[in-house]
């Protein structure tokens, strides 16, 4: 099982809006829920956002409204798009099944949201 690749982040002022992406090889994404999680410096990693099969989506309370987490299976990607960004969403983001797959943490994007 590869890991996934996440991509997408960078910096960015406050109300600025970022979209991650994350792929990976194989038919994962078409049958598992997946999940976005961040992790900030200091702080443990946290689920942002899921989304199952068929396409119900979860999220934090801290992200709802701002953050939309979306799937192109045949591509097997899974996209979060990141709207209204605030200094305390800087973090490194990934993407992984849910629940999480211990085995396939990828690299991360980082995102950082400057005052």
């Known amino acids: 099982q590869v890991q996934p690749v996440e991509s997408g982040g960078g910096l960015v002022q406050a109300g600025g809006s970022l979209r991650l992406s994350c792929a990976a090889s194989g038919s994962i994404f078409s049958i598992s829920a997946m999940g976005w999680y961040r992790q900030a410096p200091g702080k443990q990693r946290e689920l942002v956002a899921r989304?199952?099969?068929?396409?119900?989506?979860y999220y934090a309370a801290s992200v709802k409204g701002r953050f939309t987490i979306s799937r192109d299976k045949a591509a097997n990607t899974v996209y979060l798009q990141l709207n209204s960004l605030k200094p305390e969403d800087t973090a490194v983001y990934y993407c992984n099944t849910f629940p999480f797959t211990p085995l396939f943490w990828g690299q991360g994007t980082q995102v950082t949201v400057s005052s």
């Open positions: 989304i199952t099969s068929p396409d119900t989506t």
